[in-house]
């Protein structure tokens, strides 16, 4: 799980790359849940919270900057 305060320390760029990785393991999480060969089912819900946070700081810094 990918604290807040840790988050909030990233440039603009880290978190961009980041929450691309972020969607693309969730990509491969559902997809393995789907054929039946999900191992830990929990992370799905923890990867989905961790890209909230992410995009909860992003819009955040949008509209600090408008």
Request: hydrophobic share 35%; net charge positive; charged share 40%.
């Amino acid at each position: 799980m990918t604290r807040v305060r840790d988050i909030r320390q990233w440039t603009d760029e880290e978190l961009r790359a980041q929450l691309d990785q972020a969607r693309r393991e969730l990509f491969n999480l559902r997809f393995q849940q789907s054929v039946g060969h999900l191992e830990n089912p929990a992370r799905v819900r923890q990867l989905r919270r961790d890209i909230a946070r992410m995009l909860t700081i992003q819009r955040e810094r949008r509209r600090a900057t408008s």
